[in-house]
């Protein structure tokens, strides 16, 4: 199973999401794989540092950092990939110019797509949306699920103007996806690691993560 965070805007915090999903589907006891394809290669230094700061710690899962400059080796990578037993999940750059992007998402089985309740973000999010239905037309076996998480979500804020309008927008994106619980903003999320999701930030992110989980592993749970 392959999953790849992405959206047409950086900044939406996929690679935090990334990471702490993979730390709480290692926590499950699911064999999870992470294929870092961000140009920044966050994920990929992230654990390096852990490297270093958990000297003689097993890791749950392992990090693999791979460029997708080159769309031949994107299919090839992705064929493979699907060819592995567990979950893949796909940190995925920003930038939809990128022609490896159309493999990684088309051969995808879920896009996990964060974004914010404020215009720049939606508009990319509509975007993102579009080039994807794009991929479909041109896929035709493509099945690629979607999950949209409303990311450092504040929820004392908001006017009764804004919150008519963002459930008019959560209303639009269930035309394309699933709307995920919120991921509430919370300083301690941005002090994750690639070894395990910390008490503090199991509460913020645990209802969205089910959501997903419940989702992605109905079949084996029926």
Known sequence: MIITF???KGGVGKTTLCTLFANYL??????TLVVDCDNQQTIT??????YKKYTDTKFPYNVQSFNISNVEHVQNLMNNLRKLDGIILIDAPGNLAQQGLIPLFALSDYVVCP?????TSVNSTITFILFLEKLKESFQQMRTEIFFVVNRHDKRYGTKKELALWSKTDDKLCQYGYVTPKVEVKADMQRYNTMEVMKS???VVMPT???ICKHI?????S
Not at 26 to 31: D, I, N, V, Y
């Open 26 to 31: 290692a926590s499950l006891g699911k064999k």
């Open 115 to 119: 974004f914010q309740y404020e215009t």
């Open 6 to 8: 992405g959206n047409q």
């Open 209 to 211: 993560f089910d959501f």
């Open 201 to 203: 930030q199991l509460p």
């Open 217 to 221: 592993f109905k079949e084996e749970q």
């Open 45 to 50: 230094e992230k654990r390096k540092a852990d």
